[in-house]
C-alpha cells in the first residue's frame, strides 16, 4: 500500500469529519471561525481595520453588559459602550494587569465562572496568573493557529510534535487529552524533562512519528538540533514541513541550526497563554497579527500609545474574550508595528520586532542542562507565592527570591527546596530568601530567572 496516500487520507478524514464533529460537540465554532479568518487575511488593511472596528464596537457593547467589573468601570468613568467605536478610543479605559485580573476575578466574568475553563500561568513576568477563557476564545485561538500552519502546508490531522514546557493540562481531562491528541495525531513531548536520556528518547520518537509540523520553545528544539547532530543522526528525510517556534526570542543562530538539522524553514510566532496567539509568521517572513479580532497598541514610557515604528509595551485588546474579558492588557513584552506591507499579499498588519521574552535554561550540579520552567512551575502553582526571582550563582548555589502573601512556614520551605534538589540535584544548596518586592527590569518587566553561569 502507498503510505503517502494513507497519510493524505488520514489528514483528510480528520480534517473533514473527526474534527469538525469534535469541535462541534465541545460547543466549539473553530470550523467557522477558520472560514472566516481563511477569507479575512487577503481583505485589504484598510477592510481589515473595518472589520476590526466593527468587532470591537460589538465587544465592547457585550461586555458593558455581562461582566460586572466593565460595567462598573464604565459607570465610574460616566462611560457607555457607545463612546467607545475606534482603537483610538480605547484610550479613554485603563489597562489590565495581571493584579487586576488577580483582584477581580470573579468581577471580570461575564457569566458563570464554572462554566468556564481555568486556566494558570508564570508568565513571562513571574507574577502567577490564574485567569478563565469561554469556549468562544478557545475555539479563536484554535482557528487562529490553524490558519497559521495552513499557510506551511501544514493541515488539521498532521501529525505534530509539540514540544511545550507546560503540565497543566494534566488532572481529570489527562484521559480524554490523550485520547483526543493522539486521534489528531498531536504528540506532547515535556520540554521542562530535558536531561540527556530525554533527549536520546525525544530524538527516537522523532524518527518513529515523522511529524509534519514541530511546534514548542526555539532553546529546545535547538538544543535538540544540536543533540541530533552530535550523534551524527540525520533528520532531514523525515519530512518535516516547518518548525513553529513560540513563547520566546528566536535566535539567528538558533534558526540556522534548526533549518539545517530539521531541513524546512523555521516560522516564529508571538502569543501566550495569556495574551493569546497574536502573531505568526508567513512564508515571506512578515509576523502578521490576528487582527480581526487582536488589537495590538505600542506603549511608551509614560504609558501613552505610540506611533507605528516606535518601540515599546505591547498591550492587547482580545476580542474573543467576552466571557474573561481582556481590554488593553499589559503583556510586559517589547516590539513595535511596521507600516511596510507584506509580500505575501495577506493585508494583516505586522509586527516588525518583538523583544523582551527569554526563557533560560539552567544547570544541574551533573552539569545537564535544565529548563528553566521545570523549576517555575514549583512555584507559580503556590498560592502563597505573589511573585519569584530564580538566581543561579554556581552550579551548587542557587537563590530562590520570594515574595509571599504572609511569611513562608517552614514545611513550604523545605518542600520548595526539596523539590529544586530533585531537579538540581540533592548537592546543590538552595537559599529562600523572602522579599517585600522583587525589583523589575527598566521596561516595567520581572525577569524571572537569572544564570550567572556561562554555557
Ligand atoms: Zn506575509
Known sequence: ????????????????????LHERLKGHSTYAMLARLEQSQWLTAE????????????????????SPYYQQLLK??????????????????????????????????????????RYNTGGSSGVPLIFYMGKQRVSHDVAAKLRATRWWDVDIGDPEVVLWGSPIELGKQDRIKKIRDSLFRSYLLPAFEFTPAHIEAYLQQLQQLKPKMLFGYPSVIHQLALAAEARQLSLAQLGIKVVFVTSEMLFEHQRQV?????????????????????????????????????????????????PVGESGEIVITHLQTQAFPFVRYRTGDMGRLSSEPCQCGRGLPVLAQV??????????????????????????DLEEIRQFKIIQHSLTDVEVQLVAVAPLSSSLAEQIISQFKQRLGADCNITLKQLDTIASLRNGKHRYVESKMDY
Not at 472589520?51 to 453588559?65: D, G, N, T, W
Not at 508571538?270 to 495574551?275: K, M, S, V
Open 76 to 117: 465610574t468613568r460616566g462611560l457607555t459602550a457607545s463612546d467607545i467605536n475606534t482603537v483610538a478610543d480605547l484610550q479613554k479605559l485603563p489597562f489590565l494587569t495581571k493584579q487586576l485580573i488577580t483582584d477581580n476575578q470573579q468581577a471580570l466574568c461575564s457569566g458563570p465562572q464554572q462554566q468556564l475553563q
Open 1 to 20: 500500500m502507498n503510505k503517502p496516500v494513507m497519510t493524505s487520507f488520514y489528514t483528510q478524514l480528520v480534517s473533514n469529519v473527526l474534527f469538525r
Open 258 to 306: 534548526i533549518e539545517r538539522v530539521f531541513a524546512c524553514p523555521v516560522a516564529n510566532g508571538y502569543g501566550a497563554r495569556d495574551a493569546g496567539f497574536i502573531a505568526h509568521q508567513c512564508p515571506a517572513g512578515s509576523l502578521h497579527i490576528s487582527a480581526e479580532d487582536i488589537i495590538v497598541e505600542i506603549i511608551g514610557d509614560n504609558d501613552q500609545v505610540l
Open 355 to 380: 523583544s523582551g521574552r527569554t526563557t533560560d535554561f539552567m544547570l544541574t550540579t551533573a552539569g545537564d542542562k535544565l529548563h528553566a520552567l521545570s523549576l517555575i512551575y514549583v512555584l507559580r
Open 47 to 66: 477592510q481589515i481595520a473595518n472589520e476590526q472596528q466593527r468587532r470591537l464596537q460589538a465587544f465592547i457593547s457585550e461586555i458593558s453588559h455581562k
